[in-house]
């Protein structure tokens, strides 16, 4: 029975450790996303009705008196403040937005006090009158459209402070930038310098009205602590999966930073009497992702999460990342933290004579939205994440005046990021791109031996396992330059010496790229290896992360995977019963994942021969699937042809049929017309009805997917347009329409000639695909040679065998059954054109390599010892015919009591007519002999094995002259 073609899906390909649904489920190409905002018509809607009020007096850690009084205004009693280590209390912001009053129309409406908003209307009238932000914190008012990005007011700006200032803050601020004292001039007339400044603190001699270099100073720095700390907040929010906090401390963040931008801004100009300078910042951003978030309730983010995944998904056949499972794809999953080390350009400062120009570094702000990334991406909200890292990334790149290492230190977080959505979406050649930034960049800071270095190569290896994984006619794969699994094994190796040189052999990611080396060796069908990186990786998962961990029960998956391909049934089936504890744990019945799983074992007892246990879970496996999946999916499909391939073994082959029906009905609405598991489910059909003997249904099957490869492969020579050219071949001359027969096979030979002549041309090619391409011409060599054969024409028939057992014998060897077949087909022209010496010579040597591949005891080596028999009998050798015929048979009848043996039942002729045949033969030769005892004993025993068969016993035809046969009669009639 022909072989029923597999597709490629799950279990088949190894589970991807880590990331992210076989999901191995990564699929659109990204483009820019960045909104073009006119930053200049930015405005804020400021709700004046609301009478709460958040007023937060902010103070560093030891650098203001504790009993320093707090004007607070109007306050509610639930509101919480800065504490004195300047963190904000989480349930200020939670209590915020549980407040049913602060939504309007669908929008989250924070508004101020009522001195806030008095004050805001007396800055838009002109009005000069300032208010101290160290005492005054003014909650931003936005009215954030749930459908849009909406526009957003500049900051508000920070004000002059009009109370005493300790001496000790002096001194507290002043530690964080030591290196503004560190000049030519003497350590005297420093501390001159600190002691007339500190004086004229104590004795309020700072001017509320004149711009005063030291207060600027102080302003700044204080102003630089807050964001620090709301940071720090926003920090440990994210932490902690408190995200609409993390967004809330990220905007007052992003409010006093703004504020800041024009505090400097007002400083400036006093001072130099020339225009402030921006950074560029407020250019580079034409909106800010900060102040852009809808509060939604947990079952439609995870709704919306689902199928932004999904809509995202351009192909459904091919999954290229899990996001259950790490392949080491996401390194960088934390919020980034401030520090004051890289907050400034150039720093302030608090001396009127060295005063210059101070400029905020663009790491600040551009942190601030890579965190706002990071929360949307948890959140699932992929397309607004890619649009923050994006804005992040552009902030930095139009940076002219940051230092080199304060901005690599944040890009290399940012592209790592970009680059894993963009793996996500499918588009494995933007994600190479900017993998290889990120890995320029992480070279340049930390050198070659870094483990941010191995976390990139290990990310770009990913990316080539992937590539090659991926159908290969896929236009944008071949878009991937250099994509190869050997690529991809050197920059896993690469990356596993460096984490394995700077973590140790037992790190949790030495694990993820060991799991990954594994994987790359089951693309190269080396299943040896892949178990002993997978068992290495195992371990280390199981003792870091423990049994219940999904990365763990991946790598078990793996393991039991290659364990199965290797034959070790029990074991891998452990291994996959090991992964289906956990995932049944983690996701329940109704999984995708759980699906497969079931389906792998269901495999493992199908090929145990356990046939009811492996139907009860493909049927388990269907049902999870469906529950997962729903009816038409991709993977749903794939199971019935599963199913289908088990009833085709059993022979059931209606059932089977139904199953592939159900499956091509489910592709042919979910996949591209031109998917290949179309075409596989076409040629399984076609098949079903060949083994049944209806040509012109099975010749329409193969024809409508020869018509889908050929559409999609144009006039290109390609191997499956010329093996499926083969196939409908094939069922033309089993319904007896030569013509046509040969005219496919013809077409078939053709093109694998050209497929083999232009891969030997190219040296560069592997010697296993050259290979298969020879043995793919002496196949249709070998069908074009047998119809040769039966149409008579012996002389090219036996050209082409001749030249199909060269092309056999090259790639296979001698001994081999497929030589073997070739040098039968060899014999039998020989032995039709009467060339016996050659056909006994070539019979022989088929006996030989059977006897060699096969044993003893096979029914192919009992039909050669047969057709030698023949070849013996027409050369007059009959002494050496008797003794072929007689060996066969003795080859049927240990056959036959060996099939008795495994039944358990009374002995039956496994094939009674060819026995038969044989007991025919020798019985003509018994009579050729004149052994009439033996000739009616061979005789009988014909006669009744072909009534066993069904046939008649008019099938024993007796042949030959009564050469030695003595009659005796009487020489009278015998008595009345």
């Known amino acids: 029975m022909s072989t029923i073609g597999q597709h490629r899906s799950a279990p088949s390909s190894a589970f991807a450790s880590s990331s992210s649904n076989i999901d191995d489920s990564m699929h659109v190409s990204s483009s820019s996303l960045l909104l073009d905002v006119d930053t200049q018509k930015m405005s804020v809607d400021i709700d004046t009705t609301s009478k709460i009020s958040h007023t937060i007096a902010s103070s560093n850690s030891g650098t203001v008196n504790a009993s320093r009084p707090l004007k607070r205004g109007n306050v509610d009693d639930n509101t919480s403040f800065l504490t004195n280590d300047g963190m904000i209390r989480r349930n200020r912001v939670k209590s915020s937005l549980d407040n049913d009053s602060n939504k309007v129309d669908g929008k989250i409406a924070v508004t101020p006090s009522t001195e806030c908003t008095d004050n805001v209307k007396n800055q838009e009238e002109g009005d000069d009158t300032k208010m101290d932000v160290d005492q005054e914190r003014f909650d931003d008012t936005r009215s954030i459209s749930s459908d849009s990005l909406g526009d957003y007011t500049s900051a508000k700006e920070e004000h002059s402070d009009d109370e005493h200032v300790d001496t ?27 002691q007339t400044f500190s004086h004229c603190l104590t004795n309020n001699a700072i001017s509320t009205t004149s711009y005063s270099p030291a207060k600027c100073y102080i302003k700044h720095i204080q102003s630089m602590q807050r964001i620090i700390d709301l940071n720090d907040t926003a920090v440990e929010c994210y932490r902690s999966g408190e995200y609409d906090a993390t967004l809330d401390a990220l905007a007052e963040a992003e409010y006093r930073r703004e504020g800041l931008v024009k505090s400097i801004a007002r400083g400036n100009t006093s001072s130099n009497g020339v225009a402030p300078q921006f950074n560029g910042i407020m250019q580079t951003a034409p909106f800010h992702p900060l102040l852009c978030r809808q509060i939604e309730s947990d079952s439609s983010s995870l709704q919306r999460a689902e199928s932004t995944s999904t809509s995202s998904i351009a192909r459904t056949s091919y999954n290229y990342q899990r996001m259950d499972f790490d392949e080491g794809m996401h390194s960088y999953a934390t919020a980034e933290k401030l520090d004051a080390s890289t907050f400034w350009v150039v720093p302030p400062s608090s001396i009127s004579n060295e005063m210059k120009t101070c400029e905020l570094s663009p790491v600040v702000e551009a942190t601030l939205v890579f965190n706002v990334g990071q929360v949307h991406r948890r959140r699932g909200e992929f397309d607004t994440a890619s649009t923050s890292y994006e804005l992040a990334l552009n902030i930095l790149q139009n940076s002219t005046s940051t230092s080199t290492a304060m901005i690599y230190n944040l890009l290399i977080p940012i592209l790592h990021n970009m680059g894993q959505l963009l793996y996500r979406r499918g588009d494995l050649t933007m994600a190479m791109e900017t993998y290889n930034r990120a890995l320029d960049y992480a070279q340049i800071m930390h050198g070659e031996s870094h483990v941010d270095v191995a976390s990139a190569l290990n990310c770009l290896g990913v990316l080539h396992y992937h590539a090659n994984s991926a159908d290969s006619d896929d236009e944008k794969i071949n878009k991937v330059e250099n994509s190869s699994t050997s690529e991809a094994m050197e920059l ?118 356990e046939y009811d246990k492996a ?66 489910t076409l040629s399984n059909l076609g098949e079903i009805h060949r083994q049944r003997n209806e040509w012109d249904d099975a010749a329409k099957m193969y024809i409508e997917a020869l018509d889908i490869l050929r559409k999609k492969h144009k006039r290109e020579d390609n191997a499956e347009v010329a093996s499926t050219l083969n196939t409908i071949g094939l069922i033309h001359d089993q319904r007896g329409d030569t013509c046509v027969s040969l005219h496919y096979l013809q077409d078939a030979l053709l093109m694998r000639r050209r497929l083999l002549l232009n891969n030997n041309d190219d040296e560069e090619k592997d010697s296993d695909a050259t290979d298969q391409k020879k043995l793919d011409v002496a196949e249709t060599l070998v069908y074009v040679g047998t119809t040769l054969y039966r149409k008579s024409v012996f002389s090219v028939a036996i050209e082409l065998f001749t030249e199909a057992l060269q092309l056999r014998e090259k790639v296979l060897g001698k001994d081999h059954r497929g030589t073997a077949f070739v040098l039968y087909n060899i014999a039998l022209v020989h032995q039709q054109r009467g060339c016996y010496e050659q056909a006994i010579e070539f019979f022989e040597e088929t006996l030989r390599v059977e006897k060699i591949v096969l044993g003893e005891n096979h029914r192919d080596v009992s039909m050669t010892m047969f057709k030698l028999g023949e070849v013996y ?77 069904g046939l008649s016993p008019n099938n024993v035809v007796v042949s030959g002259h009564l050469f030695a046969l003595e009659l005796s009669c009487g020489c009278h009639a015998p008595a009345a």
């Open 168 to 194: 000790a803050l002096l001194g507290e601020l002043t530690g964080f930038f030591p290196h503004l004292h560190r000049d030519d001039t003497s350590s005297s007339m420093q501390a001159s310098k600190h």
């Open 492 to 609: 896993f190796q690469k990356s596993l010496v460096i984490r394995t040189n700077c973590l140790g052999h037992d790190h949790v990611d030495v694990a993820t790229t060991l799991n990954n080396i594994g994987r790359i060796h089951v693309q190269l069908d080396e299943f040896d290896e892949a178990l002993g990186y997978y068992e290495d990786s195992l371990r280390i998962r199981r003792n870091c992360l423990g049994t219940n961990s999904l990365d763990y029960a991946a790598t078990a998956f793996n393991a039991g995977q290659s364990l199965h391909q290797l034959g070790n049934l029990d074991e891998a089936a452990d291994l996959y019963r090991e992964f289906l504890r956990v995932a049944l744990m983690k996701f329940g019945h109704s999984h995708r994942d759980v699906a497969v799983v079931l389906s792998g074992i269901a495999q493992i007892h199908q090929e145990k021969k």
């Open 615 to 680: 139907l009860e879970l493909y049927e388990e496996s269907l049902c999870a699937g469906k529950a997962a999946l729903g009816e038409n999916h991709s993977e749903i499909a794939m199971l019935y042809n599963r199913i289908g391939n088990f009833y085709f073994e059993r022979e059931r082959l209606g059932d089977a049929m139904k199953c592939y029906k159900r499956g091509l009905r489910i592709e042919k609405r979910v996949l591209p017309s031109d998917h290949p598991n179309i075409v596989v």
């Open 873 to 949: 009998k027409s050369a007059g050798d009959l002494k050496a015919a008797l003794r072929c015929f007689k060996e066969s048979l003795e080859v049927e009848r240990s056959l036959t009591e060996n099939t008795a043996s495994l039944v358990g039942r009374r002995q039956q002729p496994s094939d009674p007519a060819a026995m038969a045949r044989t007991l025919t033969e020798i019985g003509n030769i018994h009579l050729a002999h004149g052994d009439t005892a033996d000739m009616m004993n061979a005789f009988n025993e014909a006669s009744r094995l072909y009534r066993m068969a």
